[in-house]
T-cell receptor, first 114, second 114 residues
Framework: GENVEQHPSTLSVQEGDSAVIKCTYS??????FPWYKQELGKGPQLIID?????GEKKDQRIAVTLNKTAKHFSLHITETQPEDSAVYFC?????????????FGTGTRLTVIP | EADIYQTPRYLVIGTGKKITLECSQT?????MYWYQQDPGMELHLIHY???????EKGDLSSESTVSRIRTEHFPLTLESARPSHTSQYLC?????????????FGPGTRLTVL
């Protein structure tokens, strides 16, 4: 099955600096890579995703890159703000079908210091 | 904001009690999921369903059971709660017949068994 590894487990940055979270996956058949943000007391929410037919996607201050050859993908947050503090999860899944459950990384707790 | 609801949000009960955690979604999604989230943040899939009358065990063995009698409802039951069941339980849903498994999460139920 798929194995997703995520690093670092904790990350502290000064407000305004950039934050980078990295994930690797094991199954080359995976083609969908979402990122979820979980704030305290809430369920995870999708913030950005990337599909295997593109190498980079950007949405305002957040961007995700994908290297299919190396089987790794990364989340980049620029100009971090205190409200970016949360736990972030990467995930991977295979193409549509009955067995396309998401495989999650172990999470990164991001703290943005004002 | 996704239309997926969980009740109760918080539950403190004694050992041996039977409990049911409720999860409902109004998006008409076929697939639904239950995750257990430990204090270390990691998400563990314990049950999922492809649709009505379908239930499957996830990657993490769980003493809980689930049922799917209606599309919108996916309750989780513990027949006899134990302190080891203390955890955060997250419900999620997704469309079945799309290429990419975007999951929408509920706010979670934090269960404490004394």
């Amino acid at each position: 099955g798929e194995n997703v590894e995520q690093h670092p487990s904790t990350l502290s940055v000064q407000e305004g600096d950039s934050a980078v979270i990295k994930c690797t996956y094991s199954d080359s058949a995976s083609n969908y890579f979402p990122w979820y943000k979980q704030e305290l007391g809430k369920g995870p929410q999708l913030i950005i995703d990337i599909r295997s037919n593109v190498g980079e996607k950007k949405d305002q201050r957040i961007a995700v890159t994908l290297n299919k050859t190396a089987k790794h993908f990364s989340l980049h947050i620029t100009e971090t703000q205190p409200e970016d503090s949360a736990v972030y999860f990467c995930a991977a899944s295979k193409p549509s079908g009955e067995a396309n459950n998401l495989f999650f990384g172990t999470g990164t707790r991001l703290t943005v210091i004002p | 904001e996704a239309d997926i609801y969980q009740t109760p949000r918080y539950l403190v009960i004694g050992t041996g009690k039977k409990i049911t955690l409720e999860c409902s979604q109004t998006m008409g999604h076929d697939k639904m999921y239950w995750y257990q989230q430990d204090p270390g943040m990691e998400l563990h899939l314990i049950h999922y369903s492809y649709g009505v009358n379908s239930t499957e065990k996830g990657d993490l063995s769980s003493e809980s059971t689930v049922s799917r009698i209606r599309t919108e409802h996916f309750p989780l039951t513990l027949e006899s709660a134990r302190p080891s069941h203390t955890s955060q339980y997250l419900c999620a849903s997704s469309e079945r017949l799309i290429s990419y498994n975007e999951q929408f999460f509920g706010p979670g139920t934090r269960l404490t068994v004394l």
